[in-house]
């Protein structure tokens, strides 16, 4: 199984979760590619260029946000590991999601009757492992809700959330567990 | 105190959006007497207030991207939500490429982000309006023309 997992932080538990993922998900015989998003430099703001391409037949310019569309796009599981800030997606991975999940990758425009065509069906699951701030859930809705729109209601959702004063090790093992049994 | 401060997020210097900022600084003016202050976000965020923000009414406007704000506005707004404790009217103007009924699908995150979490670092009372335009991928120049005068008409009210 081909399995995606995005690192949007480089603080130590997101970091420590995205290990347990590559980790545990090659061990049980996976193919695992890990996006390190600020590893890699990733710029999540959308530039000038990237939004006059959006609505164009080649929407993706940032050569980074192209290689990440590629890996997406063939992926059959999709993991995100994320820092909630403000109960929502932190910046940096709401950056990619804007400037990776372009039309062509995410979802098809039909531009006759404006309706969205789902871009990512091979994916089959959806993991996200928050470590929230205990302020909402909105980064569990964008993942789960908005993003599954783009992949299917059949694929399977798996949300993990770190409260805050949480048991770290208790997640570290769930999320290890899960990945081993994708 | 009075006065208000609309911060914009959009990467392109002509855009529905820059419409929107237009217009609501044109209400804002006609309501208060004076010019808004303006914050504009390009292609990358911009440094959030030095201290507070002294201002009543505080107007964002952006397109509305993966159900939520886009994410140079959302350093912006983390970054500077210390500074708004003395913001009584939290204003949000927001295009919507898809339809209502997907945003609801979607969970309309970027409302609930300003307010229950936005909004709660503001003064005590302090109101929360939502002006947005729905479905503009497929709108005719009628309605977004119709949009862009009621936003206008909405800030025009002190």
């Not at chain 2, 204003?91 to 898809?98: E, K």
Request: glycine residues 8%; contains cysteine; hydrophobic residues 45%.
């Amino acid at each position: 199984v081909k399995v995606v997992v995005v690192q949007s932080s480089d603080d130590e538990t997101v970091a420590r979760l995205a290990s347990i993922c590559v980790a545990a998900a090659s061990a049980a015989g996976h193919d695992v590619r890990l996006l390190d998003l600020v590893g890699d430099g990733f710029v999540p703001w959308m530039s000038a260029a990237d939004r006059a391409a959006y609505h164009e037949a080649e929407p993706l310019v940032d050569p980074l946000a192209t290689r990440y569309a590629a890996e997406t796009k063939a992926a059959e599981v999709l993991v995100f590991i994320d820092r909630a800030q403000l109960s929502s997606l932190s910046p940096m991975l709401k950056g990619w999601l804007e400037k990776v999940l372009v039309p062509g990758v995410a979802f098809v425009l039909d531009e006759r009757t404006h309706r969205v065509k789902r871009g990512l069906t091979d994916v089959r699951r959806l993991v996200g492992v928050n470590v929230g701030d205990g302020l909402g859930s909105n980064s569990k809705r964008t993942i789960l809700r908005a993003l599954r729109l783009c992949t299917g209601l059949r694929t399977r959702p798996s949300w993990y959330e770190l409260r805050p004063n949480g048991d770290v090790a208790e997640l570290f093992g769930r999320v290890e567990k899960r990945m081993r049994s994708l | 105190m009075s006065g208000a401060i609309v911060v914009h997020c959009h990467p392109l210097a002509e855009s529905f959006s820059g419409a929107m900022r237009d217009r609501a600084i044109a209400g804002l003016t006609t309501a208060h007497g004076h010019r808004p202050q303006v914050v504009e976000i390009g292609e990358s965020p911009v440094a959030p207030p030095a201290e507070r923000l002294a201002v009543e009414t505080l107007v964002l406007v952006y397109p509305t991207w993966w159900s939520g704000q886009p994410a140079a506005l959302s350093r912006w707004l983390y970054e500077s939500v210390p500074t708004f404790g003395e913001v009584r009217r939290v204003i949000a103007i927001s295009s919507h490429g898809s339809p209502k009924r997907t945003n609801l699908l979607e969970g309309e995150n970027g409302k609930r982000v300003l307010r229950d979490v936005v909004l709660r670092r503001c003064a005590a009372g302090a109101q929360f309006e939502w002006i947005a335009f729905y479905n503009i991928d497929a709108a005719p120049l009628s309605k977004r023309v119709a949009f862009l005068d009621r936003v206008e008409r909405r800030l025009s009210r002190p």
